[in-house]
T-cell receptor, first 114, second 117 residues
Framework: AAGVIQSPRHLIKEKRETATLKCYPI?????VYWYQQGPGQDPQFLIS???????DKGSIPDRFSAQQFSDYHSELNMSSLELGDSALYFC?????????????FGPGTRLTVT | AQKITQTQPGMFVQEKEAVTLDCTYD???????LFWYKQPSSGEMIFLIY??????QNATEGRYSLNFQKARKSANLVISASQLGDSAMYFC??????????????FGTGTRLLVSP
């Protein structure tokens, strides 16, 4: 079965650079969630999209932005990177907007900011 | 707001023994779902088991079972016959079930399980 695809799997950036993380949900999944997991921490919700519109927002810095495209893939754009942005970034997808609670996680993108 | 508490930062078990990982939660939502995820050192988040708040029976998935005690607001994960490959971080998580959808997962701080030969 197809799974959530995230690219790149690993990314190394310097402070103040920008980064773009991509997420391709499972086919026919129209809801995408982004989570950030810092070293030794639990995942924290950043933002979610349903049908290309932002549906919920968590503790996402103003330096970050995200969107969902017509093919339902999503991109997380991170600017002015800081050392504290080093984390594992997960994307998860869900099959529909209402009543569905299952979220299928991608393998994550490990971002290292030096 | 939802809150998940995992009081065991680490657990140690011998191969083939059973182990229980504790999870308590707090929510004002009448309907919710509880999950357990496994995160090995490679980092991926692997879904293990799900329990709905109105499910009459405790969930089971192979060697995993969820000991759901609604009145106590606990959802402990039981792993039977531990294997070396079970060594990983385990997260308990919950999600409210609302008609509006779009709900995010709230995670606990995790329990690191180490299985020894």
């Amino acid at each position: 079965a197809a799974g959530v695809i995230q690219s790149p799997r690993h990314l190394i950036k310097e402070k103040r650079e920008t980064a773009t993380l991509k997420c391709y949900p499972i086919p026919r999944h129209d809801t995408v969630y982004w989570y950030q997991q810092g070293p030794g921490q639990d995942p924290q919700f950043l933002i979610s999209f349903y049908e290309k519109m932002q549906s919920d927002k968590g503790s996402i810095p103003d330096r970050f932005s995200a969107q969902q495209f017509s093919d339902y893939h999503s991109e997380l754009n991170m600017s002015s990177l800081e050392l504290g942005d080093s984390a594992l970034y997960f994307c998860a997808s869900s099959p529909n907007d209402r009543g569905s609670y299952e979220q299928y996680f991608g393998p994550g993108t490990r971002l290292t900011v030096t | 707001a939802q809150k998940i508490t995992q009081t065991q930062p680490g657990m140690f078990v011998q191969e083939k023994e059973a182990v229980t990982l504790d999870c308590t939660y707090d929510t004002s939502d009448p309907s919710y779902g509880l999950f357990w995820y496994k995160q090995p050192s490679s980092g991926e988040m692997i879904f293990l088991i799900y329990q709905g708040s109105y499910d009459q029976q405790n969930a089971t998935e192979g060697r995993y079972s969820l000991n759901f005690q609604k009145a106590r607001k606990s959802a402990n994960l039981v792993i039977s016959a531990s294997q070396l490959g079970d060594s990983a971080m385990y997260f308990c998580a919950m999600i409210p079930r609302r008609n509006t959808g779009f709900q995010k997962l709230v995670f606990g701080t995790g329990t690191r399980l180490l299985v020894s030969p």
